[in-house]
């Protein structure tokens, strides 16, 4: 489970947000958005404001509550499912990339004002002088994002920062020159050119979905996420609607339509002549430089999110050693910005991104109306959305209305990037990912109370990935070969079987998780090494294997929740000296008191692998169908030599036994392993004495009450330090009351079980 520093502040956020939506608001639109609208254009700015503050609440709820990377793709992925999750995350990722080849181009652009260079000829091909700068300009912020989030947010706070203080001041000179009859007519080409305008200004709200993507680098995301969510649609929409309002009152509007160059730096040569002209100059080159640097940084977490999804590679999760950032999705997002820049003109396809952003932006509102209606227990947003259901209602609506006002042709390439991204759906991720959606989850959980059509709609968008899931928790170098032998084998029984390895790395209380990732090399130096070898290992096997290093104070404890997390089936744990947790059980005294199993374990007390005379002590119920498994598979994989056996302290039972043994193994495909019927008083003296014959002794845990545990003696697992063998310790995934948890009665053995046998389970 690769994670992410948390290096962003709340300035470091706000700055992402305000950054990215004022290179275009400001230095790009105001003479286009002007000659559509005229001055009543501040309006269509104030009604992007509001529309964006719709969606802007919806994300800092979805946010707080699941606070990953990836922002709005994770949100309608994790609410709506992989399909939905296909369309926001490819559309959102492209969109990026085609917007920050979009200001590369315009700060090549600017600098060209500044330092006029010829065009280049290579092979044939001619590289503009504006191209030759934006490469430049991409190839430094795809740097600076490889590096880390913290260099991305220190720059970012030292060019917002500063193109602030410059518009504060244009903004000043503009209010002592203006005059206010300038503004007349206000809508010069009628009221009903206001939503045209907005739609047209629309691009320029982009920027505050990006703190979301960025959100699981972020500090206190619960109180930073919404203020800087909120606040940078507030900030920028505040500016836009003044400095709208400011300019069209210095210079009249055909003049602000039609200037040649941009209008605010003709502007800024009426108030404040040369000087106000490179200061312009100088913020039109911050503003497309900020806005570029946050759109990679963006982008390439969408990539990240969905490399961790399965939507695409998972090689794209790799976070980098030392930098501790997806550096493999910023190379290929950075790759995709170089080459958008190449080709040129990318205004139309940037102007298309917007499309998809409202799109993505209409799927995220109401991915917060199904998080909210199926109930999740596990849905616990720090900050909620006012006035539900209304707002988020709104929200998709005026996303979804405001598309109508875009150009044909953005509209049609977008609707080919949303039919793309199902095909890539059905084509690759609907075979890769195993997560359904929470919609989807909840409509198939009822689906006698559902229409047919929509059970029918859902079956249809299910994810095809049945992936069987062995995690191995690996920490000692020596076992790691037997442990992962064990996993593959097991990996190997069931058709697309993996094999997740994840070492777990306990980082000292002292030292904050957010800053363990960038040095766990130094916490624990055989990581890399170690995982190196199961991968090899499993590969070997002919078991597809994933890779993983957490990051946990605990490192026992985190192992249940990482089964949990990688949706494990099974996990194969090496017998440590907490290996078996509470007396007779895998989990520890706390888990075993306040919770259940999420999926089978385990447990192999390595004394040497070799499977080819297996003892299995069973007495039938649930507990035992683990042990099963493992003893079937060590026969299928192995040859092994399966024995069964099973205790009873009264002779008269031995014959109801032996045919209770016998229906049992048949039941679990082990009709022909040879049955034993033993008595005796102590069912770990029956296995003790038959164990010499055997090379490994498979155990199921013990299914008696915590009590009954602690104040007697553990039956079956006291034979572990009895024999020579190696062991393998096998539970059930469950779910018992509180009750059974102190008191037992989980699970139904042969019919007369002693009190001996049931800890063999």
């Known amino acids: 489970m690769n994670e992410l520093a948390k290096d962003l502040g709340l300035l470091e956020a706000l700055t992402i947000g305000v950054g990215t939506m004022i290179g275009a608001g400001i230095f790009v639109l105001p003479g286009p958005a002007t000659e559509v609208a005229g001055p009543i254009v501040a309006l269509s700015f104030v009604i992007g404001g509001v529309i964006s503050l719709f969606t802007a609440m919806s994300a800092s709820e979805l946010g707080t509550a699941m606070p990953m990377a ?22 959102n990722w492209m969109g990026l990339a085609f917007a920050s080849a979009f200001y590369a181009l315009g700060f090549g652009s600017y600098v060209v004002g500044f330092l006029p260079v010829p065009d280049l000829h290579v092979a044939g091909l001619t590289f503009t002088d504006d191209q030759l700068f934006a490469l430049l300009a991409g190839a430094f912020f795809v740097g600076v994002n490889y590096v880390g989030a913290k260099e991305t947010g220190k720059l970012q706070n030292v060019i917002v920062l500063t193109l602030l203080g410059i518009l504060a001041v244009f903004m000043a000179a503009c209010t002592w020159n203006a005059d206010a009859a300038t503004l007349t007519p206000l809508a010069p080409k009628g ?15 982009l920027g505050f979905a990006k703190i979301t993507t960025v ?3 972020m500090k206190d995301p619960g109180r930073n996420l919404p203020l800087a969510i909120i606040g940078s649609v507030l900030i920028v929409t505040v500016l836009y609607a ?16 039609s200037v040649e160059g941009i209008a605010v730096v003709e502007v800024a ?5 040369p000087v106000g002209v490179v200061a312009l100059t100088v913020g039109g080159l911050l503003a497309t430089a900020s806005s570029a640097n946050a759109s990679i940084l963006a982008s390439s977490r969408i990539n990240f999110a969905m490399g961790r999804d399965k939507l695409v590679s998972d090689w794209l999760n790799a976070i980098h050693e030392r930098y501790a950032t997806p550096h493999r999705s910023i190379a290929l997002t950075g790759g995709l910005i170089l080459l958008f820049i190449l080709v040129g003109d990318v205004k139309t396809l940037a102007k298309a991104g917007s499309v998809l952003h409202l799109i993505v932006y209409g799927l995220l509102n109401l991915a917060l ?11 616990q947003p720090e900050y909620t959305v006012p006035f539900y259901p209304v707002v988020p209602l709104l929200g998709a609506i005026a996303s979804f209305g405001l598309i109508a006002f875009m150009n044909g042709i953005e509209i049609l390439l977008s609707l080919l990037f949303v039919a793309a991204a199902v095909v890539w759906f059905y084509v690759y991720v609907r075979g890769q990912t195993e997560k359904q959606g929470v919609f989807g989850d909840y409509i198939l959980r009822r689906t006698e109370e559902m229409p047919d059509s929509a059970v029918r709609a859902a079956e249809a968008v299910q994810p095809d990935a049945s992936h069987y899931r062995v995690m191995v928790p690996l920490a000692n170098p020596e076992h790691e070969t037997n442990l992962i032998t064990l ?22 209380y002292q030292v904050p998780l957010e800053a363990g990732m ?6 624990d130096a055989e990581s890399k090494d170690l995982l190196a070898a199961a991968r090899a290992d499993a590969e070997t096997l002919g078991v597809d294997v994933e890779t993983h290093t957490i990051l946990a104070r605990d490192a026992y404890s985190e192992i249940f929740d990482a089964a949990k997390a990688q949706k494990a089936d099974v996990v194969v744990l090496g017998w440590g000296p907490d290996a078996h947790g509470s007396p007779g059980r895998v989990e520890s005294f706390a888990g075993d008191l306040l919770g259940s199993l999420a999926c089978d374990f385990v447990v192999f007390r390595d004394r040497g692998f070799d499977p080819s005379r297996v003892l299995v002590p069973t007495r039938g119920g649930a507990g035992s169908e683990v042990s099963a498994d493992v003893a079937r598979m060590l026969r299928d994989e192995f040859g092994a030599e399966v024995t069964l056996l099973n205790v009873t302290d009264d002779p008269d039972d031995r014959a109801v036994r032996e045919k209770q043994l016998a229906s049992w193994a048949e039941a679990h495909g082990l009709d022909e392993a040879p049955r034993i019927v033993a008595v005796a008083d102590h069912v770990d003296d029956a296995i003790a004495a038959r164990a010499p014959d055997h090379t490994l002794l498979i155990l199921g845990a013990s299914e008696e009450g915590l009590l009954a545990r602690l104040t007697g003696d553990l039956g079956a697992l006291d034979v572990v330090e009895k024999v020579d063998c190696s062991v393998i310790l096998t539970e059930t995934a469950y779910e018992r009351s509180f009750m059974d948890r102190v008191f037992g009665g989980h699970g139904e053995g042969f019919a007369g079980t002693s009190r001996a046998d049931e800890a063999a389970s």
Do not use: C, K
């Not at 040569?269 to 002549?273: F, H, I, Q, S, T």
């Not at 109306?369 to 849905?379: F, I």
């Open 369 to 379: 109306v199904v998080m909210r209606e199926a109930d999740v227990p596990e849905y």
């Open 242 to 257: 003044v400095i709208m309002l400011l300019v069209n009152a210095v210079l009249p509007w055909q003049e602000v339509a």
């Open 518 to 523: 960038r040095h766990v090399d130094e916490l």
């Open 215 to 217: 959100a699981e680098e």
């Open 269 to 273: 040569r009426l108030v404040l002549g």
């Open 487 to 508: 996993a593959s084998s097991l990996a190997r029984q069931h058709e697309n079987g993996v094999v997740v390895a994840v070492h777990i790395v306990e980082v000292p």
């Open 70 to 91: 990836g922002g709005s793709y994770y949100y309608v992925n994790h609410a709506l499912g992989p399909l939905f999750g296909s369309i926001a995350g490819l559309g």
């Open 191 to 205: 009221w009903d050119a206001v939503l045209p305008a907005t739609a047209l200004v629309f691009v320029s709200f």
